[in-house]
């Protein structure tokens, strides 16, 4: 009936993480604000165990909505299931929520400004395991200078959490020969997942 319909609606709204994607969404605390098509805030499990971020959205992404549509979010997908998971069971999301123009890099107070939503995303999903995508995400998140070829193949400790910096499936699409170090990488969180 339709007390129900509005119990649904008042639940909806306290829910911590609809009510963060609610405030992403009306989000105007930088510039990209202002040109962007749609916020990109993520998708997948809010349970998931493996988190993948990467730096921001691309035209396809700013176009949909929605994380990682393009030629290279369809390179991640084969990556997430070659780890014999799906994109429904993980969670995808990005350092910003805005696409910047002509797909550069996010500027530092761009990230700064939008990465908290990004570390409240990571706090109700409490996952075990984070990759991060290319050298931007890294760094970003990992707060460091280091490049990706350094850091990545290696745990890095975030809270408790583990992050496994890897190669961005774009510059995998443009570097084939990266792609079996990458593959490597994911072996590593696939071990420590206990898939096999």
């Known amino acids: 009936g339709i007390s129900e319909i509005i119990a649904e ?11 963060l994607r609610a405030e992403t969404m009306a989000c105007t605390k930088c ?3 202002s040109t ?4 990109v805030f993520g998708v997948g499990n809010t349970q998931a165990e493996l988190m993948f971020v990467g730096e921001g959205p691309g035209a396809d992404e700013d176009e949909k909505g929605e994380p990682f549509v393009g030629r290279a979010g369809q ?3 084969k990556m997430i299931e070659a780890m014999g998971l799906s994109r429904e069971k993980v969670y995808i999301a990005n350092i910003v929520k805005c696409r910047p123009p002509e797909n550069r ?3 530092e107070n761009e990230s700064m400004t939008c990465i908290p ?11 075990k395991i984070i990759i991060c995508l290319g050298s931007v995400a890294a760094q970003n998140l990992l707060r460091t200078n280091v ?4 850091l990545r193949g290696q745990f890095v400790d975030l809270n408790g959490i583990k992050v496994m910096p890897t190669y961005h499936p774009a510059y995998l699409l443009r570097n ?3 792609k079996k170090p990458c593959w490597e990488d994911l072996q590593i969180v696939m071990k420590e997942m206990g898939l096999k």
Do not use: W
Request: proline content about 12%.
């Open 9 to 19: 609606g008042c639940e909806a709204v306290s829910d911590p993480f609809e009510a």
């Open 31 to 33: 510039p990209l604000h």
């Open 36 to 39: 962007r098509k749609n916020v």
């Open 75 to 77: 390179l991640l997908t």
């Open 105 to 107: 890099n996010p500027f």
């Open 117 to 127: 939503f990004l570390y409240r995303q990571i706090e109700y999903i409490k996952p």
């Open 147 to 150: 490049g990706i070829t350094k």
């Open 176 to 178: 084939p020969n990266m």
